[in-house]
T-cell receptor, first 113, second 108 residues
Framework: SAVISQKPSRDICQRGTSLTIQCQVD?????MFWYRQQPGQSLTLIAT?????????ESGFVIDKFPISRPNLTFSTLTVSNMSPEDSSIYLC??????????FGPGTRLTVL | DAKTTQPPSMDCAEGRAANLPCNHS???????VYWYRQIHSQGPQYIIH???NNETNEMASLIITEDRKSSTLILPHATLRDTAVYYC?????????FGSGTKLNVKP
């Protein structure tokens, strides 16, 4: 299985600011994904991070709010822009594996004041 | 959108088998059924997946009905550390759409 790390592990931010979350995997992977988990809720897929092209966003998520980069096959970033308290969530990245399984990072716990 | 339905919670006695059901009546022929669990808001942990046949690994067994419209995850000897939210997911072109999951409470 892939080893995935995320930075930061948690952060407290002021409304109106932006935070960039990093996801690093220890091996090259084809697909990387970003999820959001709001307090007490299940995971919601935000987007697929595509290497060398623009991310593919799910319904309800837009690039201006959640810009994503994927510069290579082991790294991706998600930015949460112009934050409001409603953006307080755990943000998780995941990667596919060669066995058709997704592995998840530990998550980034974001609190917006 | 999630294509699965699970009971919101279940209890299980420690040492007994935990049987977690999942309905996925609209599953397509090439879609796999995956099970993950999440402990204390950590990243979800992969458990098992299958297409048609029953599967078993060191963590659990997966029983899929012949019509593939439902499945059951079996933890053969539940421990307190198995207390978690268990998610049943139907894989749609590598995208996972999580449902609400089942909160399994393993009790001494």
């Amino acid at each position: 299985s892939a080893v995935i790390s995320q930075k930061p592990s948690r952060d407290i931010c002021q409304r109106g600011t932006s935070l960039t979350i990093q996801c690093q995997v220890d091996s090259q992977v084809t697909m990387m994904f970003w999820y959001r988990q709001q307090p007490g809720q299940s995971l919601t897929l935000i987007a697929t991070a595509n290497q060398g092209s623009e991310a593919t966003y799910e319904s309800g998520f837009v690039i201006d709010k959640f810009p994503i980069s994927r510069p290579n096959l082991t790294f991706s970033t998600l930015t949460v822009s112009n934050m409001s308290p409603e953006d307080s969530s755990i943000y998780l990245c995941s990667v596919d594996s060669r066995t058709d399984t997704q592995y998840f990072g530990p998550g980034t716990r974001l609190t917006v004041l | 959108d999630a294509k699965t339905t699970q009971p919101p919670s279940m209890d299980c006695a420690e040492g007994r088998a935990a049987n977690l059901p999942c309905n996925h009546s609209t599953i397509s022929g090439n879609e796999y059924v995956y099970w993950y669990r999440q402990i204390h808001s950590q990243g979800p942990q992969y458990i098992i997946h299958g297409l048609k046949n029953n599967e078993t690994n060191e963590m659990a067994s997966l029983i899929i009905t012949e019509d593939r419209k439902s499945s059951t995850l079996i933890l053969p000897h539940a421990t307190l550390r198995d207390t978690a939210v268990y998610y049943c997911i139907v894989n749609n072109f590598n995208k996972f759409y999580f449902g609400s999951g089942t909160k399994l409470n393993v009790k001494p």
